[in-house]
């Protein structure tokens, strides 16, 4: 084997090996490639999340709003209670004071 063989020896198999790569290369393009359809889909995809994380959002919102305003009714309703027990207390003490004051009147 001469000079000018080897050198086309190695011309073809480096060309060869180019020809290979490029077709690789064409293959895992040709497979890998976004189509319109999947980036509708995923546009479509965003979408819903966005709006699921509003609506989240929306939701954390009203039961913070919600739970404030029990906790306001709730501290509201136990003061009352706690002046319905003060008065009815008052009233009970009263009430034995003036049967002590009949009792005396009548013995």
Known sequence: MNRIEFVVAIAVI????????WFASWLVN???RVTHSDM??????????HDAEEQRDEAITYLQ????ELSTQLQQTDAELQAAMD????????????RGYIESLNA
């Open 14 to 21: 480096l060309f060869l090996a180019f020809a290979l790569g």
């Open 30 to 32: 040709r497979f890998s």
């Open 40 to 49: 509708a889909e995923l546009e479509d995809m965003a979408k819903s999340l």
């Open 65 to 68: 709003y919600r739970e404030q």
């Open 87 to 98: 008065g009815l207390r008052e009233a009970r003490q009263e009430a034995a004071e003036l």
